[in-house]
């Protein structure tokens, strides 16, 4: 059955005190792992930001096709090349009472600008936000920004009182677990509000009763929580003790297809799975004394990348649920070059050779980190690396890890403490650009360049291409620049890029959904109980 295809109708609002009725709905779900905090300014991570987007909402709102919609600001045009003007929602209340003013949007976008933030990527072009009455935000661009309106949606709103209130007036990374009071606590504008939230159990989220918005769900709670292991997650669904799961295990699928009281949501996704290498310390980390770092040359790249043979990982590890890439982002997204996807050979004996003319004809060794609870098999395609590479004489050391150790590992927190690792992105704003600029770009703290960019990737030219590609507003122009930086980029080898996985949700029969986007992210106020 199509995600997409799935309808419902829409039903009246139910109040907070609904929950304690026999019409009580609650709605239970499950995923790999745990949500990594509250904080609308940190994580910049799928699970995480769908949480935060049932708390906290933005100027724009993009809806379950994608599509840009009216959120916290009724309407929005430039008044010039670098300014857009924003006329806000009136009568909007955050969670704890106060009101919705342009104070916050002022406050919240240079929040989300600070060079602590996971989410600034979003709001990078901004250089100014300016109050013009309680109710009208201008928002300055250093240049024209064609694409302004499609990074607004991750770009949330918080109070500015209650951050000041509670000391969290900045966002703040490398505390243990992020604990912070605004990355365990929430008060955003959102159709949901926070009701309990312990770490590694469970979220507890229940319908805010003063949400200015059309109300879709039927729930007075839902109820989230991370079951890392597979097994134990389909055994969940199967006996109703969750109502929902993502991903399903791709060996479970036909089984859970042919189970009662429940169904199978299958569909493409738009993010792409890739490997990354370090290309920035001078001797690598597995390599002490040698003063050595073997991924600076292009050729054990492209000797990495040959050496992977994708068609085994997408038959026999995905179970043919996988759509092999030689890009790194997927159909779908603005910029996609059909004749850039094309994958360079798979081709051994060519990797061996490579490795020689480096000068490692004996190859050498280096750590894989992975996350186990992230994507779908992310583990398990891990494994299938390993022996790949072993064939070509590279020693690899496998560490799998929980997500946020494995990104805390590889994230700019720790200094990018990685030799070569796993990542997957879908461009927040499905245009090329966004991958360029978070993945691509060289890495600048100050600037927010390359903030996910964990190998360190430069080249100059691209640089220079992705900051002409974010003020270009000429469409074809600006796709020219897009398919050039992609191909400079696949030269490299910059990365190895390896495929799109597919969706594949479980749920009850107890539940509806109307059509959700293909971002592996539930939409919780589109979620009925039957």
Same mark, same amino acid.
């Given at each position: 059955?199509?995600?997409? !295809?799935?309808? /419902?109708?829409?039903?009246?609002?139910?109040?907070?005190?609904?929950?304690? *009725? =026999? #019409?009580?709905? @609650? &709605?239970?779900?499950?995923?790999?792992?745990?949500?990594?905090?509250?904080?609308?300014?940190?994580?910049?991570?799928?699970?995480?930001?769908?949480?935060?987007?049932?708390?906290?909402?933005?100027?724009?709102?993009?809806?379950?096709?994608?599509?840009?919609?009216?959120?916290?600001?009724?309407?929005?045009?430039?008044?010039?090349?670098?300014?857009? !003007?924003?006329? /806000?929602?009136?009568?909007?209340?955050?969670?704890?009472?106060?009101?919705? *003013? =342009? #104070?916050?949007? @002022? &406050?919240?976008?240079?929040?989300?600008?600070?060079?602590?933030?996971?989410?600034?990527?979003?709001?990078?072009?901004?250089?100014?936000?300016?109050?013009?009455?309680?109710?009208?935000?201008?928002?300055?661009?250093?240049?024209?920004?064609?694409?302004?309106?499609?990074?607004?949606?991750?770009?949330?709103?918080?109070?500015?009182?209650?951050?000041?209130?509670?000391?969290?007036?900045?966002?703040?990374?490398?505390?243990?677990?992020?604990?912070?009071? =605004?990355?365990?606590?929430?008060?955003?504008?959102?159709?949901?509000?926070?009701?309990?939230?312990?770490?590694?159990?469970?979220?507890?989220?229940?319908?805010?009763?003063?949400?200015?918005?059309?109300?879709?769900?039927?729930?007075?709670?839902?109820?989230?929580?991370?079951?890392?292991?597979?097994?134990?997650?389909?055994?969940?669904?199967?006996?109703?003790?969750?109502?929902?799961?993502?991903?399903?295990?791709?060996?479970?699928?036909?089984?859970?297809?042919?189970?009662?009281?429940?169904?199978?949501?299958?569909?493409?996704?738009?993010?792409?799975?890739?490997?990354?290498?370090?290309?920035?310390?001078?001797?690598?980390?597995?390599?002490?004394?040698?003063?050595?770092?073997?991924?600076?040359?292009?050729?054990?790249?492209?000797?990495?990348?040959?050496?992977?043979?994708?068609?085994?990982?997408?038959?026999?590890?995905?179970?043919?649920?996988?759509?092999?890439?030689?890009?790194?982002?997927?159909?779908?997204?603005?910029?996609?070059?059909?004749?850039?996807?094309?994958?360079?050979?798979?081709?051994?004996?060519?990797?061996?050779?490579?490795?020689?003319?480096?000068?490692?004809?004996?190859?050498?060794?280096?750590?894989?980190?992975?996350?186990?609870?992230?994507?779908?098999?992310?583990?398990?395609?891990?494994?299938?690396?390993?022996?790949?590479?072993?064939?070509?004489?590279?020693?690899?050391?496998?560490?799998?890890?929980?997500?946020?150790?494995?990104?805390?590992?590889?994230?700019?927190?720790?200094?990018?403490?990685?030799?070569?690792?796993?990542?997957?992105?879908?461009?927040?704003?499905?245009?090329?650009?966004?991958?360029?600029?978070?993945?691509?770009?060289?890495?600048?703290?100050?600037?927010?360049?390359?903030?996910?960019?964990?190998?360190?990737?430069?080249?100059?030219?691209?640089?220079?291409?992705?900051?002409?590609?974010?003020?270009?507003?000429?469409?074809?122009?600006?796709?020219?620049?897009?398919?050039?930086?992609?191909?400079?980029?696949?030269?490299?080898?910059?990365?190895?890029?390896?495929?799109?996985?597919?969706?594949?949700?479980?749920?009850?029969?107890?539940?509806?959904?109307?059509?959700?986007?293909?971002?592996?992210?539930?939409?919780?106020?589109?979620?009925?109980?039957?």
């Amino acid at each position: 059955m199509s995600i997409r !295809r799935l309808l /419902l109708t829409t039903t009246a609002a139910l109040v907070l005190a609904a929950s304690a *009725t =026999a #019409d009580a709905k @609650v &709605f239970r779900y499950s995923t790999s792992g745990d949500i990594n905090g509250l904080d609308p300014h940190l994580n910049n991570e799928g699970p995480t930001n769908a949480m935060k987007n049932n708390l906290y909402e933005a100027l724009i709102y993009r809806d379950y096709e994608l599509k840009l919609q009216p959120s916290l600001a009724t309407e929005w045009s430039q008044t010039g090349p670098t300014v857009w !003007r924003f006329k /806000l929602r009136q009568g909007v209340k955050f969670h704890d009472g106060t009101p919705f *003013t =342009a #104070d916050d949007v @002022v &406050f919240s976008v240079k929040r989300n600008n600070h060079e602590q933030s996971g989410m600034r990527t979003y709001s990078a072009s901004i250089v100014d936000a300016k109050k013009i009455d309680d109710h009208t935000v201008d928002l300055i661009t250093k240049a024209p920004d064609p694409i302004l309106d499609q990074n607004l949606p991750a770009v949330f709103i918080m109070s500015k009182a209650w951050a000041e209130k509670h000391n969290t007036a900045t966002p703040v990374q490398g505390i243990v677990g992020n604990e912070t009071f =605004a990355n365990v606590n929430a008060n955003g504008t959102g159709p949901f509000r926070m009701l309990d939230r312990v770490p590694d159990t469970r979220t507890v989220i229940v319908p805010n009763p003063d949400w200015w918005g059309k109300v879709e769900h039927n729930l007075t709670r839902v109820e989230f929580r991370p079951i890392t292991n597979a097994a134990t997650r389909v055994a969940a669904l199967l006996s109703g003790e969750i109502d929902m799961m993502f991903p399903v295990p791709l060996q479970d699928v036909p089984r859970l297809k042919r189970s009662a009281g429940v169904k199978v949501l299958e569909g493409p996704e738009l993010r792409t799975i890739f490997l990354g290498f370090d290309q920035w310390r001078d001797e690598l980390k597995d390599m002490p004394g040698t003063g050595k770092n073997p991924f600076k040359d292009v050729r054990v790249r492209r000797a990495f990348y040959q050496a992977i043979d994708i068609q085994a990982i997408h038959r026999v590890v995905m179970r043919g649920a996988s759509t092999p890439t030689g890009l790194m982002i997927a159909p779908g997204i603005n910029g996609f070059s059909k004749e850039l996807n094309d994958r360079y050979p798979f081709d051994p004996d060519g990797a061996k050779k490579l490795l020689a003319d480096a000068g490692y004809p004996s190859g050498f060794p280096v750590t894989l980190d992975c996350p186990n609870d992230r994507y779908v098999n992310d583990e398990a395609i891990c494994q299938a690396v390993v022996p790949m590479l072993a064939r070509v004489g590279i020693n690899i050391k496998l560490n799998s890890q929980t997500k946020s150790k494995h990104f805390d590992k590889i994230g700019t927190r720790s200094g990018n403490d990685t030799s070569f690792y796993m990542l997957g992105w879908t461009p927040g704003t499905y245009d090329a650009h966004n991958m360029l600029y978070n993945i691509l770009m060289t890495r600048n703290q100050a600037t927010g360049t390359g903030s996910n960019n964990s190998g360190r990737y430069s080249n100059t030219k691209l640089d220079e291409l992705t900051n002409q590609i974010g003020s270009e507003s000429d469409r074809e122009k600006r796709n020219r620049m897009i398919y050039e930086a992609m191909k400079i980029h696949k030269e490299d080898f910059g990365h190895i890029p390896l495929h799109q996985q597919a969706l594949a949700w479980g749920i009850r029969d107890n539940v509806a959904f109307l059509p959700q986007p293909p971002n592996d992210s539930v939409v919780i106020r589109a979620v009925r109980m039957k």
